[in-house]
T-cell receptor
Framework: DTEVTQTPKHLVMGMTNKKSLKCEQH?????MYWYKQKAKKPPELMFV???????INESVPSRFSPECPNSSLLNLHLHALQPEDSALYLC???????????????FGPGTRLTVL | DQQVKQNSPSLSVQEGRISILNCDYT??????FLWYKKYPAEGPTFLIS?????DKNEDGRFTVFLNKSAKHLSLHIVPSQPGDSAVYFC????????????FGQGTELSVKP
């Protein structure tokens, strides 16, 4: 199994809703990532988990809350989002973080989020 | 401060010809460079990478060249195929940055039959 899966594919939520995005990989990767991508822009890193521990938070607002329940799963909990948070949210995983170059990151298909 | 730059937002090439996508960087501490391809409504797909200790890496139709003195890398696709039409991102990382990739703005490649 060489893929990263993400659910749901599309999500529409109001500004008062609470929702979660899910990501799963079964490649044995110990590093997992959340990215946000706006149209015509490159992916922007949000969070990095290494061995189920949060290692990087790119000053993301607290309305985004990541969680890594185990080595295969990564969640992103959403609460009180703003319309400008509408974007494609991508999950990625890699074998390693650094040392001889970062491991190639494998991306999921993303969740298209719309905040009304 | 954009550390990784792809100055051409788009490129159009005839099928069978060579596509050359360019990327410039400013941070001399980058030690690893990657190219990703992205179709609309999909996540980026890893294509090819190169370590800073090398100047060339080849994988099938894809070759990446690194010129450290010029802080420039390029991706060559030959021969180009219509299925190669996508947005291509170059990305770079520094040692001990926890896996953080710095992406360029992307170049949209269109390969015409």
């Amino acid at each position: 199994d060489t893929e990263v899966t993400q659910t749901p594919k599309h999500l529409v939520m109001g500004m008062t809703n609470k929702k979660s995005l899910k990501c799963e990989q079964h490649m044995g990767h110990r590093a997992m990532y959340w990215y946000k991508q706006k149209a015509k822009k490159p992916p922007e890193l949000m969070f990095v988990y290494s061995y189920e521990k949060l290692s990087i938070n790119e000053s993301v607002p607290s309305r985004f809350s990541p969680e890594c329940p185990n080595s295969s799963l990564l969640n992103l909990h959403l609460h009180a989002l703003q319309p400008e948070d509408s974007a494609l949210y991508l999950c990625a995983s890699s074998t390693r973080l650094s040392g001889g170059g970062v491991g190639e990151q494998f991306f999921g298909p993303g969740t298209r989020l719309t905040v009304l | 401060d954009q550390q990784v730059k792809q100055n051409s937002p788009s490129l159009s090439v005839q099928e069978g010809r060579i596509s050359i996508l360019n990327c410039d960087y400013t941070n001399s501490m980058f030690d690893y460079f990657l190219w990703y391809k992205k179709y609309p409504a999909e996540g980026p797909t890893f294509l090819i990478s190169i370590s800073s200790i090398k100047d060339k890496n080849e994988d099938g139709r894809f070759t990446v060249f690194l010129n450290k003195s010029a802080k420039h890398l390029s991706l060559h696709i030959v021969p180009s195929q219509p299925g190669d039409s996508a947005v291509y991102f170059c990305a770079a990382s520094t040692p001990n940055q926890g896996g953080k990739l710095i992406f360029g703005q992307g170049t949209e490649l269109s390969v015409k039959p």
